[in-house]
């Protein structure tokens, strides 16, 4: 079984600090993914990686940052939390099919984060 | 830029109601179709997808989908629910582009609620 694990359940911080939610997968997946999730909005895409050191922005980058140092690990950052911030955080990895598709992606338990 | 509608936020139905969940996607190119599923505190997991082939997909559950090229969409459904099918639906687009490479595109969500 594919498994996901995201550091933290839940995490509050205060405005202005740096926050660290890291994400590591087991299954040697290339492509890593964070997602923020709001009610009302669905998922949206922060940032995705697929491969060691590589990243893309996804459809809401601003504030954000991430890093991939390691194939196992997906870590992303946020420089100067803000209110608007809070929110519930995903991670997701997936690999690639055998057609060079995108496979399915597998999902963490989220990081619940409010930012006072 | 791609998009993905749901058309209900919200269901509410009786066990061994029928449920059909709405889905529309905005690319016209090739794509693939995700269906996932959250139930309450737990973390996102896959219920079906379509890639190619046979447009009629059975999952788990006992949920099936239907990809409908010319009308964009990739309803789901089930026959009869069960109390333990109440949970949050998500649909999700991945488009075979370059622009749109190792991204998915998720859909706001649909609550389903199944009463006893």
């Known amino acids: 079984d594919v498994k996901v694990t995201q550091s933290s359940r839940y995490l509050v911080k205060r405005t202005g600090e740096k926050v660290f939610l890291e994400c590591v997968q087991d299954m040697d997946h290339e492509n890593m993914f964070w997602y923020r999730q709001d009610p009302g909005l669905g998922l949206r895409l922060i940032y995705f990686?697929?491969?060691?050191?590589?990243?893309e922005k996804g459809d809401i980058p601003e504030g954000y940052s991430v890093s991939r140092e390691k194939k196992e690990r997906f870590s992303l950052i946020l420089e100067s939390a803000s209110t608007n911030q809070t929110s519930m955080y995903l991670c997701a990895s997936s690999s690639w099919g055998l057609a060079g598709d995108q496979e399915t992606q597998y999902f963490g338990p989220g990081t619940r984060l409010l930012v006072l | 830029a791609q998009s993905v509608s749901q058309h209900n936020h919200h269901v509410i139905l009786s066990e061994a109601a029928s449920l059909e969940l709405g889905c529309n996607y905005s690319?016209?190119?090739?794509?693939?179709l995700f269906w996932y599923v959250q139930y309450p505190g737990q973390h996102l997991q896959l219920l079906l997808k379509?890639?190619?082939?046979?447009?009629l997909v059975k999952g788990i559950k006992g949920f099936e989908a239907e990809f409908i090229k010319s009308k964009f969409s990739f309803n789901l459904r089930k026959p009869s629910v069960q109390w333990s099918d109440t949970a949050e639906y998500f649909c999700a687009v991945n488009a075979e582009t370059t622009d749109s490479w190792g991204k998915f595109q998720f859909g706001a969500g649909t609550q389903v609620v199944v009463t006893p």
């Open positions: 379509y890639f190619s082939g046979d447009p």
């Open positions: 690319y016209g190119g090739t794509v693939n």
């Open positions: 990686s697929y491969d060691v050191k590589m990243k």
